[in-house]
């Protein structure tokens, strides 16, 4: 049974960085063909993907946000992690770690998520 | 980047009736576009991949359709925990999701 859990501050203040992990069971993040990736949810903006991790240590991030993002895993503690560095008020929103598999046949998108974690930025 | 735009944003049915949900891509996406169904207070959850197919446990009442840069969701028969809000989903180029459609009860 696959599993995932994201773990976060709750809140922060504008400027600091935010540490996320997302510890799962199930899977492998050593095993041909995995991936743990990030999207985030806000009232304002819905779904948006931030950034993937593949087994072979493979890293994308969206464009848009690739300057203030890292991602990293930890495969002997089942574990993915997200930084985002200089928060604002406008990354305030659930965080969402998700997991996609590659097979010969077909690559399932996200098919497990965690129950997400809500970030507050806030002075 | 490729934009989903979605329609409509909000939609009310009632049980039985047949419903469908439409998603547009600013460009073509081979086909490479799934559905996720989300709750309230839950993670989405995948519904369909690759524009037709089924993910494992879904019900055969829900279905997917489409070409290029026009896709449909049909939900053939409402079921009253089919309520939510759906997303569609683009992984041809880089990952985008569309910005969702509420089915509420009428």
Known sequence: QVTLKESGPGILQPS??????????????STYGMCVGWIRQSSGKGLEWLANIWWNDDKYYNPSLKNRLTISKDTSNNQAFLKITNMD???TATYYCARTRITTVVTDWFAYWGQGTLVTVSS | DIQMTQSPSLLSA???DRVTINCKASQN?????NWYQQKLGEAPKLLIYNTNNLQTGIPSRFSGSGSGTDYTLTISSLQPEDFGTYFCFQHNSWLTFGSGTKLEIK
């Open chain 2, 14 to 16: 009632s049980v039985g």
């Open chain 1, 89 to 91: 008020t406008a990354d």
């Open chain 1, 16 to 29: 600091q960085t935010l540490s996320l992990t997302c510890s799962f069971s199930g899977f492998s993040l």
């Open chain 2, 29 to 33: 996406i081979n086909k490479y576009l």
